[in-house]
């Protein structure tokens, strides 16, 4: 088992800046990618931004230049730091993180998502 502890969402105004954090703890043995996602309401879940074990980063067009993903190895804990937000960045944000279990089982878990709005 695999768990995800999201923090740091909440209104921002335009223009405004948040930093998303994602804690993974429980039966981990190496992490392959940690990434954001996100889902505005009426529409489908959309990749926000990625990065591998390695550092490579990827990022939606949409947020490039504005935001900026990183990770602690260490703690397990990805962030998404977003600046110049904008009010179609108005979402539930969800944290995923894929690897390997001590049994050398696959996991791919997300977290419980956390509330972004951009509003004046």
């Known amino acids: 088992q695999v768990q995800l502890v999201e923090s740091g969402g909440g209104l921002v105004q335009p223009g405004g800046s948040l930093r998303l954090s994602c804690a993974a703890s429980?039966?981990?043995?190496?992490?392959?990618?940690m990434g954001w996602y996100r889902q505005a309401p009426g529409k489908e879940r959309e990749l926000v931004a990625t990065?591998?074990?390695?550092?490579?980063?990827n990022y939606a067009l949409s947020v490039k230049g504005r935001f900026t993903i990183s990770r602690d190895s260490v703690k397990n804990t990805v962030y998404l730091q977003m600046n110049s937000l904008k009010p179609e960045d108005t979402a539930v944000y969800y944290c995923?993180?894929?690897?390997?279990?001590?049994?050398?089982?696959?996991?791919?878990?997300w977290g419980q998502g956390t509330q972004v709005t951009v509003s004046s």
């Open positions: 995923n993180v894929a690897g390997r279990s001590y049994t050398n089982t696959a996991f791919n878990s």
């Open positions: 990065i591998t074990n390695g550092g490579s980063t």
């Open positions: 429980g039966n981990i043995f190496t992490i392959s990618a």
